[in-house]
């Protein structure tokens, strides 16, 4: 019987040509421009989300034109948006807990609140607060995205800290120790309820055929 080959040549001439290949490297830039894209937005969410949490803040709690129900419907509404879209940035979470790490540093080595130099702290204050933030970054990296309850609460619990601190700089290592609590608790909770990967070995190993014979 004859087979034609003609298609199957013509596919692999196809597959060697300079379209195919001009194709992919424009498909390689179309997923570039996306991911572009994608942290842009998320700069820019974030960057208006930070304005609502801030200006909310500045409303409640120091003296302004405004009612401080305002403020307070703000920091709510920042609070929603924050829960309901966690699982999108909790990824990112200990990339911004980096920051907090950069921002100790800082004030180790220039003895000062960042971008403040009239709040003093001391070195010892410093380097306590940068080992939670550091230890925070390593509590979160952790997390999946498909967070339980018990993470989310964790991690709304440090977002609270972390903004009352700087509400209030002489709560700033009792603030940061409850969170850093909170994220280890709920990292302690994950370790103990997750499913045991040594039980899915236990299973395969009694499907095996061997396992199976010698029952019998």
Known sequence: MLVDKRPQENRGRFEDSPYKVRMMKGRDRLEEVKSGFRIVMALTLGGLWLGLVFGGMAIAFTPSPHSRMTGWLLLIGAAVIM?????????????????????????????????????????????????????????????????????????????????????????????????????????????????RTGNAGNRWISRTPLVKLGRR
Request: glycine share 4%; net charge positive; hydrophobic share 60%.
């Open 83 to 195: 829960i309901a879209t966690m699982n999108r940035w909790v990824k990112a979470f200990p990339v911004i807990l980096c920051w907090g790490v950069m921002g100790g540093l800082i004030t180790i080595a220039e003895g000062h609140a960042v971008n403040h130099p009239e709040v003093l702290v001391t070195r010892l204050d410093a380097t306590v607060m940068t080992l939670l933030f550091a230890a925070s970054a390593v509590l979160s990296a952790t997390f999946s995205r498909k967070l339980h309850l018990v993470s989310r609460v964790a991690i709304f619990s440090f977002v609270f800290c972390v903004f009352w601190q700087v509400a209030n700089e002489r709560m700033m290592l009792r603030a940061l120790s409850i969170g850093f609590c909170a994220l280890l608790f709920a990292w302690l909770y994950d370790c103990f309820t997750r499913p």
